[in-house]
């Protein structure tokens, strides 16, 4: 079994397109997104366009609730008032760029998928099982706070998304947690591809994470076009996160420029 | 007589002796605070609501057993986060062994006033931090960007050697969060954040990070600003869904030398004792407290 699963789409419709097409490329049988298709980036309609023409099962991320029930914010769970600034302007221009059209379809996105495949149970969420907004950091998450999730989960694999930085771990007891980070923006890495996960059961280490270059100039053109903030356009430029800094844990956020 | 001193006076009690206040559902253990070096400290800030100090001896240091046992428990309810607290925690003879078991479990934050953390502290912590597997994060107190805005809260020449910390922990290539106490109008404003991170990037610091917080009324800021006098209760309404679910008390516990509290503003509330253990504690309550009105209605969060 080839599957392919992208997180945080943020509206990046260019690198979504560049990620279906590499993951096919590799030969994938079934493409999972798991939520947050708004936000950050320009034109929020196309990236839902995609998804729907395509037919991805999309599991619901705390941007497509708000936006598709018109709440009145993100929900994105930030606690300071800068990731809280940028997350208002962020969420303003989607909401103001999504059709109406399109909100019952993400009001009506379920909070989680499974599948079962190779004896494995796979569950989908955004955040986590318990939580649509619960970041789910490689180094605030112990293991046995994992081990518990994914028992109260029933799950063999819990893929997730929400922070925007991938990892995995296989658990003590062999259950797997992967958070498969985003397709919307690079990882505060430096880089300026994005990452999604691409899982091949033939492999001895079933999952890898992709790299994906794709058009991000033109991205960055059409944000700034939109008049989205300069900041937004310098991560898609350099690949260093400048704002939704401070939820950040203190070893993910020393890895960054900023 | 204070109800904060009757609390010293008395032994704490597992009752609640009053059942009004909205009602706070207990999700899951997500926090485990330690109150590791009980209330004493090296200073005695004005505005402590707590009131900790040199001589402040009425809730104990926890044993390194105490603190490991309730590691265990909060292990056992599938915890998140553990933070050590005080009084100042670095006054524990034991502090970098209960450390390392929190970090063999989870990630760690310790509050401090950074007034002990010399270059040997220092590099012990850096080295800590590169080594483990978890996040281990540091948050120090700092209650003004002068001696003059800090120093009358915090005691003589406590501005000087709380900034030499910070540019020690920078130099070591690390970046605690600095927390600052809304103790006066110049740091409520709103442009007090963005100030205060330029002149942490000023010092040399790097990543810089900062946590603003309102003061709590209670303990020995009762005398400063005459406690929750002039405010109304809470009444006995539900919250809001996003306030209620994100409150300390919904996913936190501390653990102390005397038992289980609702949170670390509390622990001299005798009727704030939930219990002996963990899962004594890990049940709804309702916010009877006067100082739960600052995490309500000012949006306090002890957490990072």
Redesign the interface.
Known sequence: MRAAFFGGIYNNYLALGAALQDARRRGAEAIYCLGDIGGFGPCPDRSIEILRSENIPVVQGNYDDSVGNGRPDCGCGY????DNHYARISYAHTVEGTSAAHLPWLAGLPPRREVSWVAKRFIMVHGSP?QVNEFL?E????D??L???VLDARADVLLCTHTGIPWQRELPSGRRVVNVGALGRPANDGRTEVWYAFYDSERVQPFEFVPVAYDYRRLAREMQREKLPEEFVETILTGWWTTC??IL???E??R?R? | MSEVVRAIEHEPTQESSAVTGPRVNFRWLDTLWAQVTGTLCNIACRHCFITCGPKAHDIPLMTVEQVEDALEQGRALGMRQVYYTGGEPFLHPEIRRLATSALALAPLTIVTNGLLLDDETVKWIAETFHQSRYSFDLRVSLDGMSHEQNDPVRGRGTFANIIAAIQRLSTAGLSPVVTVVEHEEGLAAVDARTRFLVFLRELGVRQPRVKFLPLLRIGREERRTHGYKNTRPLGTEELLPDVESTLLCATGRIATAQGIYTCPILIKYPSARLGGSLAEGAHDIRLEWDACQTCVLEGLRCNT
Do not use: I, V
């Not at chain 1, 606690?79 to 800068?82: A, G, L, M, N, V």
């Open positions: 606690t300071d008032p800068r318990r950091w180094t605030t998450s112990p046995d706070f081990e518990r999730l800094l401070e844990p203190a070893k956020r020393m960054g900023y």
